[in-house]
């Protein structure tokens, strides 16, 4: 089983938060490795909600299907994947301090012919990074952004160092 944790601090307030990731087809906007979704239901959001997610990392593409099993408004949302990968995951929102502490955790089972247990240990950090990376860019949605373009020092620093996520809790 794979676990990942992990969290960032949101410079928003958690209702302002939810406000933006209840709202479940917009998740391509900020996930790097979600490339669609699609409802299964007319239902969008609140528990029963089922939908698959076109999922890419590197050369792994899946089609996960999933279905909110825990909704409480401003606080967390729980998933459960009924695909190939099976398992649970979660979003929960903290207040911190003006901000939010933001925490993405996901327990993951994959098929023998995936690897089983070994895969899923191998993928565990691969997850980790590219969820890291998510959580930057569902920060980024909620800080201002600044007027000057980015030189070609900043893209090279972006391009070189490992990108990090200010975690909580």
Known sequence: ?????????????????????????????WMHDAE????????????????TCETRVGPLHTSDRMVVTEWAHGERMGIRHEGVITGQGRFTLTPDGRGTCFTWEEELRFP??????????????VLARVWRRNLRALEQRFTPRPERR???VDRLRSAVLPARSRGCG
């Not at 023998?112 to 950090?125: C, E, N, S, Y």
């Open 1 to 29: 089983m794979a676990r990942v944790r992990v969290s960032t601090k949101i410079g928003a307030p958690p209702e302002e938060v939810w406000a933006d990731i209840r709202d479940i087809g917009r998740h391509v906007e």
């Open 36 to 51: 669609s979704i699609t409802f299964v239901t007319g239902q969008r959001e609140g528990v029963g909600t089922r939908f």
């Open 112 to 125: 023998w012919w995936l690897g089983g247990g070994f895969g899923a240990a191998v993928a565990a950090p």
């Open 150 to 152: 980015a030189g070609p």
